[in-house]
């Protein structure tokens, strides 16, 4: 285990519903993230958060919707979306400081599936 | 535009030979390179690091990095069936800032018995 919990592990979804999934990490960073990871694609930077404040926003629709209440948690709001969003959600934990070595540490994910 | 290019794949090698997974990039402010590896419906998990041109060894996994060529390496040796997985190329920062990393598509490896 990483340290990094992630709930549900699996969700199905109409594209009326709304949903949340919710990451947890117990190592003490600072910074969280969540990527999106589809069938034949790249892992996709979704949000970073630096100390609970979001520093990216990677050109994502607004039916995904990211909170951070503090340092050690992290949600995603989700709400009318459409089948192509289906994918693998992960959540990620660092320890940022400046030297571009900090190490990103991922959930088990969230399988979504909209139908 | 920050790419990272790998080979999809899959890559067999019989058991007990040498993986040797290639990786390129395109941003030349990038510093540091990691290897993820990812098994069948699990999360990446970081195997290696490398920061400075040449090589850096851990166990049977070797990293090799030649920035003037844009180009990072994760050699296996005595390829186990264990190591079967996907593995993944990342690269963080550059000119997007350190935490904006981009992976690659990610290199299937098969390891025959």
């Given at each position: 285990e990483t340290g990094v919990t992630q709930t549900p592990r699996h969700l199905v979804m109409g594209m009326t519903n709304k949903k949340s999934l919710k990451c947890e990490q117990h190592l003490g960073h600072n910074a969280m993230?969540?990527?999106?990871?589809?069938?034949?694609?790249?892992?996709?930077?979704?949000?970073?958060?630096?100390?609970?404040?979001?520093?990216?926003?990677?050109?994502?629709?607004?039916?995904?919707?990211?909170?951070?209440?503090?340092?050690?948690h992290l949600f995603l709001h989700l709400h009318t979306l459409q089948p192509e969003d289906s994918a693998l959600y992960l959540c990620a934990s660092s320890q940022e400081g400046t030297s571009g070595e900090e190490t990103q540490y991922f959930g088990p994910g969230t399988r979504l599936l909209v139908l | 535009q920050k790419e990272v290019e790998q080979n999809s794949g899959p890559l067999s090698v019989p058991e007990g030979a040498i993986a040797s997974l290639n990786c390129t990039y395109s941003d030349r402010v990038s510093q540091s390179f990691f290897w993820y590896r990812q098994y069948s419906g699990k999360s990446p998990e970081l195997i290696m690091s490398i920061y400075s041109n040449g090589d850096k060894e851990?166990?049977?996994?070797t990293a090799q990095l030649n920035k003037a060529s844009q180009y990072v390496s994760l050699l296996i040796r005595d390829s186990q069936p264990s190591d079967s997985a996907t593995y993944l190329c990342a690269v963080p920062g550059g000119s997007g800032g350190?935490?904006?990393?981009?992976?690659g598509t990610g290199t299937k490896l098969q390891v025959i018995p």
């Open positions: 993230y969540w990527y999106k990871q589809s069938a034949k694609k790249p892992l996709e930077l979704m949000f970073v958060y630096n100390f609970k404040e979001q520093t990216e926003n990677n050109s994502v629709p607004s039916r995904f919707s990211p909170e951070c209440p503090n340092s050690s | 851990d166990g049977r996994f350190y935490q904006k990393v981009t992976f």
